[in-house]
């Protein structure tokens, strides 16, 4: 099951599958930034990281809506086909 995160350190808009098949095994998987660009690289752990369906990130989006507007960004890399149709129309920076 994949859920859409965002990073407020670079800015990107991404889809993580939460569940990953181990052998017989599902094992819950944590999130990260997976831009490769991004400052958070060097310490995930220092950097905050938002599951987008939670209402944290809506308080936080509410309150840095203009900061989110201006690094919002995404690519086909990180986010499925139809989610990326989505952001395109919200004026996303596509990459
Ligand atoms: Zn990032």
Known sequence: ?????????CGLFFWHNQYQQNGERIECVGAQCPNPECESQEAPSDYMLFAVDTFGFAYFAEANKEDI???????PKYAPENAIEIYRKQGF???
């Open 93 to 95: 920076k596509i990459v």
């Open 69 to 75: 507007d201006s690094k919002k960004w995404s690519s």
């Open 1 to 9: 099951m994949k859920r859409e995160y965002y990073c407020p350190c």
